[in-house]
T-cell receptor, first 113, second 113 residues
Framework: NAGVTQTPKFQVLKTGQSMTLQCAQDMNHNSMYWYRQDPGMGLRLIYYSASEGTTDKGEVPNGYNVSRLNKREFSLRLESAAPSQTSVYFC????????????FGQGTRLTVV | SQKIEQNSEALNIQEGKTATLTCNYTNYSPAYLQWYRQDPGRGPVFLLLIRENEKEKRKERLKVTFDTTLKQSLFHITASQPADSATYLCAPSSGGSNYKLTFGKGTLLTVNP
């Protein structure tokens, strides 16, 4: 049982390049989340998906897009990367709602130069 | 706007003592509050969830209280060990159909041998 798997683990991008961060969970969870974590800022919610077919903005959605491809997968896309998007990105899932235990992936460390 | 404050950015204690971490929230009334542990370079891991009507919850050496009047949760680790050194995050959430899962910035706990 792998839980939540994120790919890639590390990535370096040049300013203006695009990329997609992948996240998949094998726990049949309904809700999925993308966060970024920066020193001194804690975990900030970028986007979330309450259930398959729905997505909503979190606290810091600007510069990102998401796709809930199916119940298992929730991807995060940077269309034109900026140095301010250098961060560690975490994907998480919950069985449903924000009132059940969240399971996190191992993170993607992204550097934009 | 809703705000989550974890009062200490860092807390240092001696092995064997009780560590007490604080989580305060403003401008909303969560029905649930979760605590997570995060080790360097890894995703957060769920520890405990307490409901608004539970007041106190225990798991091994961990104890969480939830005071909805003070809008505060306290997280205690008794008989602390160096292995308890980590960042601890709180996540209050409303009940009903709330899907947003947001976190405090965390408290870095260091237990000195």
């Amino acid at each position: 049982n792998a839980g939540v798997t994120q790919t890639p683990k590390f990535q370096v991008l040049k300013t203006g390049q695009s990329m997609t961060l992948q996240c998949a969970q094998d726990m049949n969870h309904n809700s999925m989340y993308w966060y970024r974590q920066d020193p001194g800022m804690g975990l900030r919610l970028i986007y979330y998906s309450a259930s398959e077919g729905t997505t909503d903005k979190g606290e810091v959605p600007n510069g990102y897009n998401v796709s809930r491809l199916n119940k298992r997968e929730f991807s995060l896309r940077l269309e034109s990367a900026a140095p301010s998007q250098t961060s560690v990105y975490f994907c998480a899932s919950t069985e449903r709602l924000a009132t059940t235990e969240a399971f996190f992936g191992q993170g993607t460390r992204l550097t934009v130069v | 706007s809703q705000k989550i404050e974890q009062n200490s950015e860092a807390l240092n204690i001696q092995e064997g003592k009780t560590a007490t971490l604080t989580c305060n929230y403003t401008n909303y009334s969560p029905a649930y509050l979760q605590w997570y542990r995060q080790d360097p370079g890894r995703g957060p891991v769920f520890l405990l969830l307490i409901r608004e009507n539970e007041k106190e919850k225990r798991k091994e050496r961990l104890k969480v209280t939830f005071d909805t009047t003070l809008k505060q949760s306290l997280f205690h680790i008794t008989a602390s060990q160096p292995a308890d050194s980590a960042t601890y995050l709180c996540a209050p959430s409303s009940g009903g159909s709330n899907y947003k899962l947001t976190f405090g910035k965390g408290t870095l706990l260091t237990v000195n041998p």
